[in-house]
Antibody
Framework: EVQLLESGGGLVQPGGSLRLSCAASGFTFSNYAMSWVRQAPGKGLEWVSGSSSSGGSTNYADSVKGRFTLSRDNSKNTLHLQMNSLGAEDTAVYYCAKAIALAAFYYFDNWGQGTLVTVSS | EIVMTQSPATLSVSPGERATLSCRAS??????LAWYQQKPGQAPRLLIY???TRATGIPARFSGSGSGTEFTLTISSLQSEDFAVYYCQQYNNWPGSFGQGTKLEIK
């Protein structure tokens, strides 16, 4: 059974930083692309960042480019999202998602339960 | 970026009846479309990919159709556990994009 367990969320002041982690199990982590998708309170889904299976290629939504950095450790089956210069607009539940790379992008066949990031003073 | 528009925003249907949810893309996404279900306080769950292929473990009452710019998710006989928010997502173009969701509520 695929399991994705996020951690690292919490309350942070505007301009601060946070590092999210996702621990994966139940599948061969190194064979799959992975992504973070977020959901602001009461809002819809927004893709944030994605990594190729090797970690050699990462990409970002325009809204976070230059502020967020995605990395993965295939030896430890973990995915990390370093978030810097956080603003109120980054307040959301952040989901780790196993991605199926098709066409030009991905769809997401398994999701973690999410970790809440709140940016507030 | 491709804009995905879902309609209606809210759909009220009685248990046992059929529900039809729509998703429109601002340009063709071929058949590269997925549907997700999200219940309150839970993560999204993949229902359909490739516009019409059910994901593993998804009941046959869920079906997807369409290609190009017009897509439909049909739930043939609503069960109590089906009342949720449904999102479509295109993955044909970079970056992928989600619709704003349709809330399926009990009538």
């Amino acid at each position: 059974e695929v399991q994705l367990l996020e951690s690292g969320g919490g309350l942070v002041q505007p301009g601060g930083s946070l590092r999210l982690s996702c621990a994966a199990s139940g599948f061969t982590f190194s064979n799959y692309a992975m992504s973070w998708v977020r959901q602001a309170p009461g809002k819809g889904l927004e893709w944030v960042s994605g990594s190729s299976s090797s970690g050699g290629s990462t990409n970002y939504a325009d809204s976070v480019k230059g502020r967020f950095t995605l990395s993965r450790d295939n030896s430890k089956n973990t995915l990390h999202l370093q978030m810097n210069s956080l603003g109120a607009e980054d307040t959301a539940v952040y989901y780790c998602a196993k991605a199926i790379a098709l066409a030009a992008f991905y769809y997401f066949d398994n999701w973690g339960q999410g970790t809440l990031v709140t940016v507030s003073s | 970026e491709i804009v995905m528009t879902q309609s209606p925003a809210t759909l009220s249907v009685s248990p046992g009846e059929r529900a039809t949810l729509s998703c429109r893309a601002s340009q063709s996404v071929r058949s590269n479309l997925a549907w997700y279900q999200q219940k309150p306080g839970q993560a999204p769950r993949l229902l359909i990919y490739g516009a019409s292929t059910r994901a593993t473990g998804i009941p046959a009452r869920f079906s997807g159709s369409g290609s190009g710019t017009e897509f439909t998710l049909t739930i043939s006989s609503l069960q109590s556990e089906d009342f949720a928010v449904y999102y479509c997502q295109q993955y044909n173009n970079w970056p992928g994009s989600f619709g704003q969701g349709t809330k399926l509520e009990i009538k």
